[in-house]
């Protein structure tokens, strides 16, 4: 979800004592076994007091007014990056404009600060009981939908229990643990869990957006649909054309602008979406002052094309920010569910023949580090020999493993650079050998005869270079390659389905992993359609490394854990791993403030910045 936060209130300290002595005449005290809290976290630890009056990275003088536009730099569930058909984001069905998320309030809001700690929204209070199966969530008398009703305990159920049972595919397999949530006496919900739930799935609940129950009484949840749902959130549904852009208005009274974990944040009045199927056509948009701000991705944009007037002029500022959170994993999926990739010597065959130095130098300005982990960036990252305690976790799956497991933790090649690296491409040949696919006739075939032959998948041509000369050398390798462009509905239909041989795809971990693993690299998602498991991996080690992590008593345990999974998962080459920065490179239109505080883990952009009148008239009468 995208944390709310900010604006000052002098009166706070006297509202609370007032709104505490409400609350106790509604809510029934607790028992003697259960644990209440303003907040949540995975280990329990929270920085923040019960008392505080705005998260330590926002301003909460920051005022209030303005644009603010993008090219959306992320996704959730079923948006798209190139278009959208549907508002309805939490569903499979439908391409759905980014930012629905802003438009729902969920219970609790994340700290940028923590790794994974929230605070109270809908809800002003949580109470758990001691076995971390139930937990009473207290909701807030003065939430309320967009429409001026009340938010209720009722509203809260059905939310949850509607997207156990009809949400996208990878929100029913993140509540599985989840049993159920009804309304109990006074104004609050009871979600209660699984035995031997994972430790973040009451955070993942806590986070989920609450629907109206009146509203969905005459509607189906699960329709793709361009009706604009009534909210809770900061912002409402504004203008839109499917496709092109959609905007999203500020709620002048929004209920909880005032709450600590909303101070600071929801600055502008209208936070727009823009959408360009083609980076070319988007960067040339963003030099026009088409959109305000722009996260850049594209390493030769960064490095030639910002010299146009306004850049030039300083109406144009570019910074470049620093990421401390996991880099995740971005690089080509191999479907491992198909017959002909289920080897892992020819799986490995095919990273040798891609040359990431080359790349990197040629295409990209050397402006990349090598991915090699699914936990890049991180402390939760395999390197060297397992030490004890990961040897611990590993011992019991020896002969179920490759080797090297036990060993250093495989890293993709570094070849000579020259993008046709001889001695790799005859590594690469030997291990297809070794696989039995030999070459007749010229070409690669597999042991039963067929040959072999690849089609890479995208949905956009900006990949296009980094493809051709890897498929080049593949075709060295006797291997008939090929890269098919489908337009962004028909590529996000067949990646849901995994109608593909390879593709590319990138993908962040949280820095409390738990439940959500499951659905990148778990059996049961390798046959869930809509899932993250792009590579098909069904390992029944690697599932019970997972449940070894989700189980980890503190954050020592679950480090350990993950160094231990990430051995098994690139010992099995699933992926062609790709290249990452840590950092964010932004370029924005000088009519802009920010705080001095940047969160820890994420960007804060646009939750905490806000529109500057004075800097917008400056860069209008240089312009």
């Avoid at 907040?39 to 019960?50: T, V």
């Avoid at 999926?333 to 990273?351: D, G």
């Amino acid at each position: 979800m995208v944390p709310t936060t900010r604006r000052r209130v002098l009166t706070f300290a006297a509202a609370a004592t007032t709104a505490a002595a409400v609350r106790n005449t509604i809510w029934p005290a607790r028992a003697d076994d259960e644990i209440e809290s303003h907040g949540l976290s995975a280990f329990g630890d929270l920085a923040y007091p019960a008392d505080f009056h705005h998260f330590g990275y926002v301003d909460p003088n920051a005022p209030k007014g303005g644009t603010f536009s993008q090219i959306g730099p992320a996704r959730q569930y079923n948006q798209n990056f190139l278009t959208f058909n549907s508002l309805n984001s939490y569903i499979l069905k439908g391409d759905a404009a980014q930012g629905m998320e802003l438009t729902f309030a969920p219970l609790m809001a994340r700290s940028g600060d923590e790794p994974d700690a929230m605070y109270g929204l809908a809800a002003a209070k949580v109470r758990r009981s001691a076995d971390g199966l139930t937990y009473r969530f207290f909701i807030r008398p003065e939430a309320k939908f967009h429409d001026g009703s009340r938010l209720t305990a009722h509203d809260v159920a059905f939310s949850l229990n509607i997207l156990k049972e009809k949400g996208h595919p990878l929100i029913t397999q993140l509540l599985r643990d989840f049993t159920g949530a009804k309304v109990a006496d006074g104004d609050s919900v009871v979600a209660t869990f699984a035995p031997n739930r994972a430790r973040d799935v009451p955070l993942f609940v806590a986070g989920l957006p609450i629907f109206s129950r009146a509203y969905y009484a005459t509607k189906p949840f699960e329709e793709s649909t361009l009706e604009t749902p009534l909210g809770c959130g900061a912002y409402k549904v504004g203008r839109l054309e499917p496709g092109r852009y959609i905007e999203y208005e500020r709620v002048k009274d929004w209920w909880g602008t005032d709450l600590p974990v909303a101070r600071g944040q929801n600055n502008f009045d209208i936070v727009r979406f823009e959408y360009y199927r083609d980076r070319e056509v988007g960067f040339e948009g963003f030099t026009a002052g088409s959109y305000l701000f722009r996260e850049e991705f594209t390493s030769r944009t960064w490095a030639t094309r910002y010299d146009f007037p306004a850049f030039r002029e300083g109406r144009v500022k570019r910074d470049i920010i620093p990421d401390k959170t996991p880099s995740g994993a971005q690089g080509w999926f191999i479907n491992t569910r198909r017959a002909k990739f289920a080897n892992p010597r020819l799986r490995e065959a095919l990273c040798n023949a891609f040359d990431f130095e080359w790349t990197n130098k040629t295409l990209m300005w050397g402006s990349y580090d090598r991915t090699v982990s699914v936990f890049q960036n991180s402390d939760m990252m395999a390197e060297g020999r397992p030490g004890a305690d990961e040897l611990a976790l590993l011992e019991p799956f020896r002969g179920r493993v490759p080797d090297e497991v036990f060993g250093g933790p495989y890293l993709p090649p570094v070849s000579d650079g020259s993008g046709q690296d001889r001695a790799l491409l005859r590594k690469a040949s030997q291990l297809l050998n070794d696989a039995g696919c030999v070459i007749k006739d010229g070409k690669r075939i597999l042991p039963n005869g067929e040959p072999i032959a690849i089609e890479f998948l995208i949905d956009e041509p900006t990949f296009q270079p980094h493809h051709m000369p890897f498929i080049k050398n593949l075709g060295v390798l006797g291997i008939d390659a090929s890269l098919r462009i489908v337009d962004p509905v028909q590529y996000r239909a067949r990646r849901d389905g995994f109608d593909f041989d390879v593709t590319v795809d990138r993908f962040n971990l949280s820095d409390t992993p738990g439940d959500s693993l499951r659905s990148f690299f778990s059996s049961q998602a390798a046959a869930l359609k809509g899932s993250n498991n792009l590579a098909g991996i069904a390992d029944p080690t690697i599932d019970a490394l997972i449940d070894t992590i989700i189980a980890a008593p503190a954050r020592p345990a679950l480090v350990t854990a993950c160094r231990a999974l990430d051995r098994v998962i690139r010992a099995g080459r699933y992926w062609i791993p790709h290249w990452y920065k840590p950092s964010h490179w932004i370029a924005y239109w000088d009519v802009f403030g920010k705080p001095p505080a940047q969160p820890r883990y994420f960007r804060g952009i646009p939750e905490t910045w806000w529109y500057d009148r004075d800097k917008a008239a400056k860069t209008r009468r240089a312009g």
